[in-house]
Nanobody, 114 residues
Framework: QVQLVESGGGLVQPGGSVRLSCVASGMIFSENIMYWYRQAPGKQREVVAVISTAGSSTNYADSVKGRFTISRDNAKNTVYLQMNDLKPDDAGVYYC???????WGQGTQVTVSS
């Protein structure tokens, strides 16, 4: 059974930074493309970033390009999302997900407010 455990969210001031982590189990992590999604209140869940199995290729939603960085450590079964220059529109619950499995974790809340 695939399990995804996100962490690292919290209250951040506009312009601030936060690093999210997601530890995966129940799958061969290094063989899975990994995504970060976010869901803002009243909005659909959207893809924020994606990373290839080896970490050599990444892609981002236009709204976060140049501010967010996705990375992974296959030895630790962990994918990260470094979020810089945060804006109020970045607030929401952030989730990681494998490209091969339908499972979701519980997410981690990011609040951007002064």
């Amino acid at each position: 059974q695939v399990q995804l455990v996100e962490s690292g969210g919290g209250l951040v001031q506009p312009g601030g930074s936060v690093r999210l982590s997601c530890v995966a189990s129940g799958m061969i992590f290094s063989e899975n493309i990994m995504y970060w999604y976010r869901q803002a209140p009243g909005k659909q869940r959207e893809v924020v970033a994606v990373i290839s199995t080896a970490g050599s290729s990444t892609n981002y939603a236009d709204s976060v390009k140049g501010r967010f960085t996705i990375s992974r450590d296959n030895a630790k079964n962990t994918v990260y999302l470094q979020m810089n220059d945060l804006k109020p529109d970045d607030a929401g619950v952030y989730y990681c997900r494998s490209g091969s499995y339908p499972d979701w974790g519980q997410g981690t809340q990011v609040t951007v407010s002064s």
